[in-house]
């Protein structure tokens, strides 16, 4: 599981809300954006971004890599 919070700790919200194994998270130098890995593409490791407004998600996750390789360690 992924968690955004503020700077001062508190307002912990947990990114994306998915039952599927989300880790590795990388946060964009302006803070709008969280790329981070996840199976829940059909059980193989790929690369999503999710766009943060205000400090919540906005809309929905998108996949970002495809194929059958795995797609590990995300940066901006």
Known sequence: ???LRT???KNWRL???DS???TLPSISPNGDMIA???DRAAGH???YLQ???EGK???EPRQFTHGFSPNMHSRF
């Open 1 to 3: 599981e992924i968690y």
């Open 7 to 9: 700077s001062d700790g």
């Open 15 to 17: 990114i994306p809300k």
């Open 20 to 22: 599927a194994d989300d």
């Open 36 to 38: 981070f890995s996840s």
């Open 45 to 47: 490791f790929h690369i």
């Open 51 to 53: 766009a943060i407004k």
């Open 57 to 59: 998600p906005d809309g």
